[in-house]
């Protein structure tokens, strides 16, 4: 049998994802535009009340000092509209240039405009505000989930705000991306259950933001699929997408198992825990990777899965 990436998904089929990510992620969708904005200021204090993101440092918010500059000047009501065009994907050209960011830049955009709305320099929200029984819905939904599924839920909807680059005739120039200060790790670690060297060094170069060094640990034609998303093919996709999302990630692989299955390849699954920049140790996500390598030691297939329940960590089964 020769695998396809398709055929690959279906390694250790038994994981249990957070499917809560999705539903939630798609009750958000269906709300009006001004309850969108309303439902995340709510789970984001809701949040806050627990654990807050840390700030992204002033190297990093100076590279959006001239959009920064731009909203500081606006007037509340020009700043709301603001807020709604970039959650509607308007086209406009501060959608356009929010297009330009990465993840992590998105996240730290709306950081940003988060403190300047407690301080009142950005429109707050509206005093005496009633909560439609929509929100109110979506936000019982999400403080039904777990935190790290919460800052899943948050971060996908910052991550789909703005004009769609892929309808941006011309897109050029630098994605505007941050860095993180990583704290030099033990390149020493060691996983449970699991020597093989392809998955030791991903995770080493991953921890080092060495995204090169991780990429060439994959097959000419191999995929990673990220959780909730459709796997990503081939070395240059892989590479742009990790150097977009992955930056400052601290990935602690615990346990797992190997197996070698037909005509040579391997599969591989880990669970551990993932460390996000912006919340670092208060927020460890449940996580499995699963891989699939070819004969020659190379990734064919991973994918990264949050995993529905810490119980999750423990199941290694094959099927
Ligand atoms: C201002 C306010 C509050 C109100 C306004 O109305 C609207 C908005 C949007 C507001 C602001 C909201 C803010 C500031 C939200 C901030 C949320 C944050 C900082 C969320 C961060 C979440 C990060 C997560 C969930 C990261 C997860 C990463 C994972 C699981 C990575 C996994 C990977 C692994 C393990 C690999 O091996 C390969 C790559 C990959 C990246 C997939």
Same mark, same amino acid.
């Given at each position: 049998m020769s695998y396809t990436i398709e055929s690959a998904r $279906?390694?250790? %089929?038994s994981t249990q994802v957070a499917d809560a990510v999705p539903a939630t992620t798609a009750m958000f969708a269906e709300l009006n535009i001004d309850d969108q904005l309303a439902f995340l200021w709510y789970a984001y204090a809701e949040l806050g009340r627990t654990i807050t993101p840390a700030a992204p440092g002033k190297a990093n918010l100076q590279l959006m000092e001239g959009i920064f500059n731009d909203i500081k000047q606006m007037s509340h009501e020009q700043q709301t509209q603001l807020m709604r065009d970039l959650a509607s994907n308007a086209d406009t050209p501060i959608s356009r240039s929010y297009a330009y960011f990465g993840v992590n830049a998105k996240l730290g955009f709306w950081w940003q405009l988060g403190e300047w709305m407690k301080q009142g320099i950005v429109a707050p929200m509206p005093a005496g505000y009633q909560m439609s029984p929509q929100v109110k819905t979506v936000l019982e939904a999400v403080q039904r989930i777990d935190q790290s599924q919460q800052i899943t839920v948050l971060r996908n909807t910052v991550v789909n705000m703005g004009f769609d680059p892929s309808l941006?005739? $011309?897109?050029?120039g630098e994605v505007i991306n941050f860095k993180f200060p990583r704290a %030099?790790?033990?390149p020493q670690f060691t996983i449970e259950?699991?020597?093989e060297p392809t998955v030791l060094k991903y995770i080493e170069a991953m921890n080092a933001d060495n995204f090169e060094a991780a990429v060439a640990l994959?097959?000419?034609s191999g995929a990673l699929q990220p959780p909730f998303q459709k796997p990503i093919v081939g070395r240059e996709a892989i590479t742009s997408y990790l150097r977009d999302e992955g930056q400052g990630l601290v990935m602690k692989p615990s346990k797992g198992v190997s197996e070698t299955i037909e005509d040579g390849y391997t599969q591989h699954k880990i669970t551990g825990t993932v460390e996000t920049p912006w919340f670092g140790g208060n927020v460890g996500m449940n996580i499995a990777w699963r891989f699939l390598l070819d004969p020659q030691g190379q990734i064919y297939f991973v994918a990264i899965d949050l995993l529905a329940s810490p119980k999750e960590l423990l199941n290694l089964t094959r099927k």
């Open positions: $279906n390694i250790f %089929s941006a005739d $011309n897109k050029q %030099s790790l033990s259950g699991v020597t994959f097959a000419d």
